[in-house]
């Protein structure tokens, strides 16, 4: 019995194979992006590529078991939701109000630590920010927002 | 004669004192506050979302008594997200329809509301 259970969940392991996989496409940085602003310090640019881009970005750099289902369909839900809160790629297709917005939301993400998130940190260790990360990120964006409209 | 212009100096100062201090103008933008807005928000938001509110959550989102200090695209995105809080409903929360139902605004109020953050946003916005 035991064994019957354990080779239709190996069975079913293989045939989801087949299934699409959902994860989003990437794609190489285009105009719109944000890192195209060349006003983005590069301390800025790396925390953001480091610890944001692979969510909230389309240039997502997939690691191996994310192409293994069921563990695509989980991360390619959660790309896909990164990316509809916030696409650094579409950057300038937005307006100077959902910039403001995005940048606002940003800096309450960031100073309540909800982002990253856990289950992104579990295997993405480096993504993690330092307390200076954040303390950097945070001065940018207001400075940057501020930017915006001046 | 002195006697005069440290009095014309202490009633200037006053004046600039005064008028810097009043909160419901934002000094970055110049944008007022209308009476009957402020008037809503002291019924049913400020008691969260103000500086000395106990809640953080609220607080960390929302501080009413800095509308009138913060820079324009910070103001820009409170609006905006005021506007967008109280259409979707998700504002005042459950809990405080329950416990305030009186301070509750009524659909008139926050129509008044919407419209009033909205456009002011979108004016500051300039689109």
């Not at chain 1, 989801?16 to 996989?21: A, D, E, R, S």
């Not at chain 2, 019924?43 to 989102?61: I, L």
């Not at chain 2, 905006?80 to 998700?90: R, T």
Request: aromatic share 8%.
């Amino acid at each position: 019995m035991k064994r019957k259970l354990l080779l239709g969940i190996l069975a079913l392991i293989i045939l989801i194979q087949f299934m699409p996989k959902g994860l989003p496409t990437t794609s190489s940085i285009t105009t719109s992006d944000l890192l195209m602003n060349n006003t983005i310090p590069s301390n800025i640019e790396s925390i953001l590529t480091n610890s944001c881009y692979d969510c909230h970005s389309n240039n997502t750099a997939y690691p191996w078991y994310a192409q293994v289902s069921p563990v695509s369909f989980f991360v390619g839900a959660h790309v896909k939701d990164g990316r509809e809160h916030l696409n650094f790629s579409e950057w300038e297709q937005l307006s100077k109000l959902d910039k403001a917005e995005a940048l606002d939301d940003l800096m309450e993400e960031i100073e309540d630590k909800k982002m990253p998130v856990e289950a992104y940190l579990l295997l993405h260790a480096d993504s993690k920010l330092s307390a200076s990360d954040r303390i950097e990120l945070i001065s940018w964006a207001e400075e940057f927002a501020d930017s915006i409209f001046e | 004669m002195s006697k005069f212009i440290s009095l014309l100096f202490v009633l200037t100062t006053a004046t600039v004192l005064l008028t810097s201090f009043k909160t419901n103008i934002n000094q970055n933008t110049g944008i007022e506050i209308p009476q009957n807005i402020d008037a809503i928000f002291a019924k049913s938001c400020t008691g969260c979302h103000s500086v000395d509110s106990k809640n953080y959550k609220a607080k960390m989102k929302l501080k009413l008594d800095e509308l009138g200090s913060m820079k324009t695209s910070k103001l820009v995105s409170k609006l905006s997200k005021i506007a967008k809080e109280i259409e979707k409903g998700d504002m005042p929360t459950k809990k405080f329809r329950a416990n305030y139902p009186e301070k509750v605004p009524t659909d008139e109020e926050n129509k008044m509301l919407i419209d009033w953050a909205r456009s002011t946003a979108s004016q500051l916005a300039g689109e």
